[in-house]
């Protein structure tokens, strides 16, 4: 509902396991996808990283932050854009075209809603292809690379949520590599991300 977030309500402390909750998802959840759709679009360096990541991140908590403030559901990256980089998109221009067709298809949902699933269902198929196709950069003679990616694979699919996929596969990442003795390899970061990931599945309210 517009403008009629209870802030101070929120700051109870009963809210702080789901506040926790959000944000650990929010941020996985973009990384993530900022990352797979960089990758897609070539948009990173030598070392897998994306420069400036911090610039995209802001912009997502912005677009979240005032989501909130209009009552809408919550803004961010989607790994759907996928399909927008294959054609061609590199700029904000390309989210801006999007958007306004979007504002066009709230005047023709009626017509889109009467479209069956078998119409559209092609689409979505070739959009998945799209999205799963960076799976192929990965080194599967490596059980502490690939047992981790399949992981994260096999939870996106079943709690249709890239935010649990990925928490879930810094923890199994974490066990394969020390059961591998490849711990050298675990960054702090990641240390951090493993922990974080524990505790987000001890309070996720299932």
Known sequence: IF?????????????????????????????GTLTALSMVGGMLD??????????????????????????????????????????GGRTGLT???????????????????????????????VVGLLMIGMVTKINFNDFSEAVPVFATLVLMAFSYNIGIG????????????????KRSEISAGMWALGIISMLLFIIYPY
């Not at 209870?6 to 941020?27: E, H, N, P």
């Open 46 to 87: 030598k070392d897998g990283h994306l420069p400036d990541m911090h610039k995209p991140m802001l912009s997502d908590a912005i677009a979240t932050t005032l989501a909130g403030f209009l009552g809408t559901t919550t803004a961010g990256a989607y790994i759907d854009s996928a399909t927008g980089i294959e054609a």
């Open 166 to 181: 990925m928490t879930g596969g810094f923890i199994v990442y974490i066990i394969f590599k020390t059961a591998a003795g």
């Open 3 to 31: 403008m009629q977030f209870d802030l101070i309500g929120a700051l109870q402390w009963s809210f702080a396991s789901i506040i926790l909750t959000i944000v650990v998802m929010d941020i996985v959840d973009t990384i």
């Open 95 to 125: 989210a801006v075209v999007t958007a306004f067709l979007f504002l066009v298809a709230l005047f023709l949902s009626p017509f889109v809603a009467a479209i069956p699933a078998y119409a559209y269902s092609p689409a979505l198929i």
